[in-house]
């Protein structure tokens, strides 16, 4: 039986903590579950699960479905997609297999992209590559989850884009179940009529919208801030994700925009996360003045979270006083900040 190569490619970066990657997680369970009922996908679907954030990973080879088992999605800092897809075309020439004179190789492959922010990286080369060596013999569906997501890069890889606008868990279901039927209709078309191509469900129109032309994928600015911590008590780093409020002061007849970011929540994270974070992550600053609020630390409950050592990490304390900073280990006197506020290193997001 000749195979039909499924590539899940899902963004991992810090932009995607929270609701998004939980209800990823939940939802690549939810997809192995429904096309396990398909007498066609068990017969010709392999699924393959790969994922970047600053760097790419393979989380799962190429995989019977029937042997497939949902990885642990982790969070790396950046959204290397230029590395991303050069691992995915490393892995696609690895693990497809050709037709040749003699013997029918697998079926062409489908590559199910998933990313709700912009590309941290250099993409030229991957593009590059993309267009010219993989753009006819892949079929890839690219998915935008969200406003931030950068719909123009999307477009130049793929006519198949679709931007994907949720707001609960039931939303992200019907997705899911859209995934699924897809994947199911290519499974009974090579399997039943022979014939590959793009056969995708109909789009949900209340949470799904295809993208057509490139103007319809606009430019958005970076609207989230997310802020490293460290755990002063077992030094496992957590995420403090802020997304932006857009305020208006008027002041002598004069309208300015003043940039403010509101707090959405405290991550807790494993050490896995350096492993796929982009080593030049912190490249970036923003004043604690535009940050509004501050959470407590997510691993030990330490009420502080938001401390930030002479070395310029972020990390937990129990209040006012000394304390060792987890990264630096060198001791200091922590105290709350009087005037100004300070520049604090941010992550790519």
């Known amino acids: 039986m000749r195979r039909l190569p499924i590539f899940l490619m899902l963004d991992v970066s810090e932009s995607m903590v929270g609701d998004n990657l939980r209800q990823l997680q939940q939802g690549l369970e939810r997809l192995v579950t429904k096309l396990r009922t398909d007498p066609h996908a068990l017969e010709t679907v392999y699924l393959s699960t790969i994922v970047f954030a600053g760097k790419p990973r393979t989380l799962t080879p190429l995989t019977e479905l029937v042997f497939f088992y949902p990885p642990r999605l982790p969070v790396g800092s950046g959204t290397s997609l230029g590395a991303g897809l050069m691992h995915l075309m490393d892995e696609i020439d690895r693990n497809v297999v050709k037709s040749t004179m003699d013997k029918k190789g697998d079926w062409k492959p489908v590559v199910y992209l998933m990313t709700d922010g912009k590309p941290t990286d250099d993409i030229s080369k991957a593009m590059t590559r993309w267009k010219a060596e993989y753009a006819s013999k892949v079929t890839l569906v690219a998915i935008g989850i969200g406003k931030h997501a950068a719909l123009g890069t999307l477009r130049q890889l793929t006519e198949n884009v679709i931007l994907l606008d949720t707001n609960s868990e ?47 994928a606009a430019v958005v600015d970076e609207d989230i801030v997310v802020v ?11 995420l403090i994700k802020y997304e932006r409020l857009q305020n208006h002061l008027q002041l002598e007849g004069h309208a300015f925009k003043i940039d403010q970011f509101n707090l959405t929540g405290v991550y807790p994270m494993e050490k896995d996360y350096y492993d796929y974070s982009d080593q030049r992550a912190l490249v970036s600053t923003v004043n604690s003045d535009a940050l509004l609020g501050s959470p407590g630390c997510p691993h030990c409950g330490n009420p502080i979270g938001f401390a930030m050592c002479a070395c310029g990490q972020i990390m937990c304390l129990k209040g006012p006083g000394a304390a060792t900073c987890p990264a630096c280990n060198k001791e200091g006197n922590f105290g709350y900040s009087e005037g100004d506020g300070f520049d604090v290193n941010r992550s790519r997001g």
């Open 228 to 238: 490293t911590g460290q755990c002063s008590t077992n030094k496992l780093p957590y």
């Open 170 to 216: 039931e939303d992200f279901k019907r997705f899911v179940d859209w995934v699924t039927m897809s994947v199911v209709a290519q499974s009974r078309s090579v399997s039943m009529s022979n014939v590959e191509g793009v056969n995708l469900a109909k789009l949900d129109d209340s949470i799904m919208k295809k993208i057509g032309d490139i103007v319809d």
